[in-house]
């Protein structure tokens, strides 16, 4: 297999975007990566959806797409997985130019969520847990993630100030980040006595809904040092790993499974452990889900998530930043596009392109994305080289 590279990243603002299309921020995005790539013809494309269908009746992506592009005949393909939709496309297109099948590939996501009234998108989100045995009972993600919640602080003694305490931290970077949909400071006093959504849940522990997309141009490691003059980025490990569906199957509701299984084959692939990493964007849909997946990543033991956050270690300023964009919390979470955002992210920090919220000396990055309550995952670790 041939080593890859991301020459090319490109992003909309993060928001309600009433005045335009799925359509239409979706070639924002791709255009911009392709400019930042400084190249105008590609080989193929990925684009990660979750539900373009319930959200504004429209499936059928990659063949939308490549005719709005301008990109016909290439091939397009949308992906599903739900809210881990555009990190199966990033990898999609990471494996297909490492195969040597494509030399140049666009990857994308997009979700256009706001279309839609809020039981009809809460319905759209839905569908990415287990339909018969939970969305047919009533339960919504909030609900799931409550009883993750509980269960961690059952176990572990996590309490409601340090799940707070993830939403301040990733306001504050967010408050950095131009894109982002929340660009703004909160208070652990504002998380505690926000609106209860799901016991212990309040909405500013809870992602918000997100129109946006997001994109990159990938290309083989040997053609990259010729074709940009930025510090060039490799995709070094690549992991993606599934677990049950439905909470009530699981061994252990405070344990991300699949966390665990992808981020262990992607540091066998790129020969590193979690003390090799600099930091990392996660997939905080919920402030407890931050905490978890920092355990099951291995940057902290178990049970030390929320303790570690309250000392500032996933911080800015700490010893693992975790979230620099804003994290899904506050920069938002157009469910399809969140997985490739954290991709632009990394890449952004590893080139030195990330403004205010910049990281000195960052080296190796790492993108963790999944879908439902976990039960897919995927984990990506990137590095200049």
Not at 18 to 39: F, N, Q, Y
Not at 322 to 343: D, E, R
Request: aromatic share 6%; charged share 20%; hydrophobic share 40%.
């Amino acid at each position: 297999m041939r080593d890859v590279a991301v020459i090319g990243v490109g992003i909309t603002t993060f928001g309600e975007l009433w005045e335009k299309s799925l359509r239409d921020i979706w070639v924002e995005a791709a255009l911009a990566a392709l400019d930042d790539a400084g190249i105008d013809t590609i080989d193929s494309f990925y684009v990660g959806c979750m539900s373009g269908g319930l959200f504004v009746g429209q499936e059928h992506l990659g063949s939308v797409l490549a005719d709005y592009l301008g990109a016909c005949p290439v091939p397009g393909t949308r992906v599903e997985s739900a809210c881990a939709s555009g990190s199966v496309a990033f990898r999609a297109g990471f494996l297909e130019v490492a195969s040597g099948a494509s030399d140049f590939v666009l990857v994308s996501g997009v979700e256009k969520m706001t279309d839609v009234s809020g039981d009809e998108a809460t319905y759209a989100l839905a569908t990415a847990a287990d339909m018969e045995y939970e969305g047919y009972h009533g339960i919504t993600f909030p609900g799931l993630y409550a009883m993750i919640a509980r269960a961690h602080m059952h176990k572990y003694g996590t309490t409601r100030e340090q799940m707070a305490q993830v939403s301040v931290k990733n306001h504050a970077n967010g408050a950095m980040n131009p894109h982002a949909q929340y660009p703004y400071p909160i208070t652990v006093e504002q998380v505690l006595n926000s609106v209860k959504v799901a016991e212990p849940l309040r909405i500013l522990d809870c992602s918000p809904i997100t129109d946006g997309a997001a994109a990159v141009v990938l290309c083989p490691l040997d053609k990259a040092r010729d074709l940009t003059q930025k510090p060039v980025v490799k995709i070094s490990g690549s992991g993606h790993a599934t677990d049950t569906i439905a909470l009530h199957s699981r061994k252990d509701l405070s344990w991300l499974s699949a966390v665990e299984t992808a981020a262990k084959k992607a540091y066998t692939m790129a020969g590193m452990t979690p003390k090799d990493i600099d930091f990392a964007e996660v997939h905080d849909c919920f402030s407890i889900a931050e905490i978890c997946i920092l355990e099951a990543l291995g940057f902290v033991e178990p049970g030390q998530g929320g303790p570690a956050t309250e000392k500032g270690v996933t911080s800015l300023e700490g010893e693992i930043p975790i979230n620099t964009s804003g994290g899904l919390k506050s920069k938002g979470h157009p469910v399809g596009a969140s997985g490739v955002a954290q991709i632009v992210e990394v890449v952004s920090q590893l080139r030195g392109e990330a403004g205010k919220r910049a990281l000195k000396k960052a080296q190796r990055g790492l993108a963790q994305n999944m879908g439902g309550s976990g039960a897919s995952s995927l984990v990506h670790i990137l590095e200049v080289v």
